[in-house]
C-alpha cells in the first residue's frame, strides 16, 4: 500500500481516473490514489505488467485510426479554372493624308531708302558712388567693408609716417555724400578718414603708433572691396 507523500498517511485508496486519463491509460505507468486523512491526490507507478497488454493496445489504437482514414472520403480537387481568351480586333490600316506641297513663303522686297538708324548708346553713369562703409576690429586683424553700386577696378594701397597711416587710393569719379571720418573702436586705429580729389577717393587709417606692422590687403568683391590691416601683435603701442 502507498503511502501519502503529503502528510506521510497510509489511510489511501485507489483514485478514478478523469478524462483524458481514462484514454491515456495504458501508456501512463503511473495510477492515482486519494488519501483519506488530508485529500490530497497524488500518483504512483504502477506495478510492471506484460508487455503483450501494452503492445494489444497499441495495435488497438492504430487500426482504430486506420480505419478512420479509410473510411473518411477524400475531398476531390478543385479542376483548375479555364481562361477564356478574348479575340483581338484587328486594325483597319491606316491611311495617311496626301503630303501637301510647301507653299512658297511671300517675299517682300525691301523699301528703297537708307537703313534705319540704330538707337543712340546709353550713356554711362558719370560717377561712382559709396553707399557704405563698415570697420570691424578683431584680436589679429582690422577690416573696412566698402559697398559700392558698382565694382572697383582700380585702387593702390602706401605708407605714410608722421604721423603713421595706411592710405588707399579708389580710383574714378566718385559722387554722392561721403563721411569724412568713420567712428573706429580699436587701440591700433584711432580714426578712418575719407577725402575726395581729382580722378580719385582716398581713404585714411591713422595709426596709434609706428610699431604697427603689415599691409594692407585689397580683396574685391561684387558690389565694392575689403581691405584688412594683419596684426601681428594685437597690441603693438605698449611701452
Known sequence: MPVCPY???????????????????????????????????????????PPGRILAATALVLAAVAAVLVVLPRRPEPPPPTVQRR??????????????????????????G?????????????????AAIYPLSMADRFRLILLTDRPVTQWRSFRLADPPRRVLDLAGEW??????????????????????????????????????GGTLIVDRQDQGLVVTLPLDDPDPCRP
Open 114 to 130: 537708307p537703313p534705319p538708324a540704330l538707337p543712340p548708346p546709353t550713356p554711362a553713369p558719370p560717377g561712382q558712388r559709396l
Open 7 to 49: 502528510c506521510a498517511g497510509d489511510d489511501v485508496v485507489p483514485s478514478r481516473r478523469r478524462g483524458r486519463e481514462r484514454w491515456l491509460r495504458p501508456f501512463h505507468g503511473r495510477d492515482p490514489w486519494r488519501c483519506r486523512s488530508c485529500w490530497s491526490r497524488f500518483w504512483t507507478a504502477r506495478a510492471t505488467r
Open 87 to 112: 479575340p483581338v480586333p484587328s486594325r483597319p490600316p491606316s491611311v495617311r493624308p496626301p503630303a501637301t506641297p510647301p507653299v512658297p513663303a511671300e517675299t517682300t522686297a525691301p523699301a528703297e
Open 175 to 212: 559722387i554722392g555724400p561721403l563721411p569724412e571720418t568713420v567712428p573706429v573702436r580699436n587701440g591700433v586705429v584711432r580714426s578712418v578718414r575719407l577725402g575726395r580729389g581729382p580722378g580719385r577717393l582716398r581713404l585714411v587709417m591713422d595709426l596709434a603708433c609706428d610699431r604697427v
